[in-house]
């Protein structure tokens, strides 16, 4: 009976030791099977749709050296406190000191085609234009570049990233305030009208392109765009009044510009996923729209060094990775004077990475309708539990994939 016992223990010790074995083997082999044949796989892809890409991509850079749309941004005096004074931001907590904004909205909501003198005439004889005060439009020549990460709630928000988790500060920075470009655009087209009606027409078209810079200067996509729509404004503008513009004959290269700016996030994606190409080197700068993709990208990866570059035994080592995007990152951050975000690029502290947490920002990530939910629990930090980590991070990092090819694919159907 005793022996018989005994082999029973024996048996379920065995067994609970197998179980045991295969619990503690299967998170660290699912880690690798679903990082080798499913997340690089999906990467790859997406690197190789880039490169299919690079030879028209230089092509197009090299159209903008050569067109020389916007004059060398220079870093000496910022716009960023006079147009918060008078546009306002899209966010909480920033507004404009004006009461013109509502006035240029409901001027705006009369359609006017750029391409007819007729319809720009026409706008003219509106006596709301009069009610405007866009004088201070002018004032925006005497600067040269628009650095709105200077604002002081912008810095308030990210000098708090060096005291959260890296998630948390990707979940800061996705949510940062950023200027309203399009009322921007919008008091730039009013100031134009307001001296077409004085006879300073080519007066008015120079500062609407050079409102166009300082939206270019701000290294945002958003900024970029309508940085673009503002060239192209500016060359239907001309035509139809017979005006002189400074990109004329150079449609090729603002279309360039425009795809360029939404393709520099997934150009300098590829820093991190390996298959660089060293023929971009000479364009990484912000004079070719090249840092909205560099602030994009290097916090995002910050945002998941959490996630992805911490490794412990049989975990998939993503360690290179980051050294690539560190270098770029050191290289941009000079060139692009991102001084202002250096907190979202500081070690993380031990006390902000701890074992229990309370609204993870990782849910916000993966499944939004679940972040309500979310408020309301504690959960254990996935940074802080080895492959589990990697799994998560590398599916946040799936879902952060921005539609950066659009205008490329778009010209291959």
């Known amino acids: ?17 197998v179980l045991s074995f295969l619990t503690i083997a299967i998170v660290p082999i699912t880690d690798r099977i679903l990082t080798a044949y499913y997340f690089l796989p999906n990467l790859l892809d997406e690197n190789r749709n880039i490169e299919k890409h690079h030879e028209a991509m230089l092509t197009d850079l090299k159209s903008l050296e050569k067109a020389q749309l916007f004059k060398k941004v220079s870093f000496k005096q910022n716009v960023q406190q006079l147009v918060t004074q008078h546009v306002g931001w899209r966010g909480a907590g920033i507004a404009s000191e004006t009461n013109s904004k509502h006035l240029v909205k409901e001027f705006m909501k009369v359609s006017v085609d750029f391409k007819n003198a007729s319809s720009i005439q026409a706008r003219l004889n509106d006596p709301a234009l009069e009610l405007i005060d866009a004088a201070w439009i002018e004032k925006l020549s005497d600067y040269d570049h628009f650095d709105f990460s200077s604002n002081p709630v912008i810095q308030s928000e990210i000098e708090h990233a060096r005291n959260v988790s890296s998630i948390d500060r990707f979940a800061i920075f996705s949510n940062l305030p950023i200027p309203d470009y399009l009322t ?32 270019h200067s701000s290294g945002n996509l958003l900024g970029q765009m309508t940085a673009s729509y503002m060239l192209r404004s500016e060359n239907n503008l001309a035509a139809a009044l017979k005006l002189q513009s400074n990109v004329k004959g150079k449609d090729d290269a603002i279309i360039a510009y425009r795809k360029l700016s939404a393709a520099w996030s997934g150009i300098v994606r590829q820093k991190w996923i390996g298959k660089w190409n060293p023929n971009f080197d000479r364009y990484l700068t912000p004079d070719f729209g090249a840092c909205s993709g560099a602030c994009e990208n290097t916090t995002t990866f910050e945002g998941l060094k959490d996630y992805l570059q911490v490794k412990t035994v049989f975990e998939s080592d993503f360690r290179l990775h980051y050294k690539r995007m560190h270098q770029l990152q050191n290289q941009l951050s000079e060139v692009c004077h991102m001084e202002n975000y250096q907190p979202f690029f500081s070690d993380v502290l031990t006390e902000a990475n701890p074992i229990i947490i309370r609204n993870p920002a990782y849910v916000a990530f993966l499944k939004p309708q679940l972040i309500k939910d979310a408020k309301a629990n504690t959960f254990f930090n996935p940074a802080r539990l080895p492959y589990v980590r990697r799994i998560l991070g590398l599916e946040i990092l799936a879902k952060r994939k921005l539609n950066s090819l659009k205008y490329y694919d778009e010209e291959k159907r």
């Open 1 to 17: 009976m005793a022996k018989s016992n005994f082999q029973f223990l024996r048996l379920i010790t065995s067994v609970f030791g």
């Open 184 to 215: 921007l655009r919008d008091y730039a087209f009013v100031y134009f009208l307001q001296q077409l009606k004085l006879g300073k027409g080519q007066r008015g078209l120079e500062t609407f392109h050079h409102v166009a810079y300082l939206a």
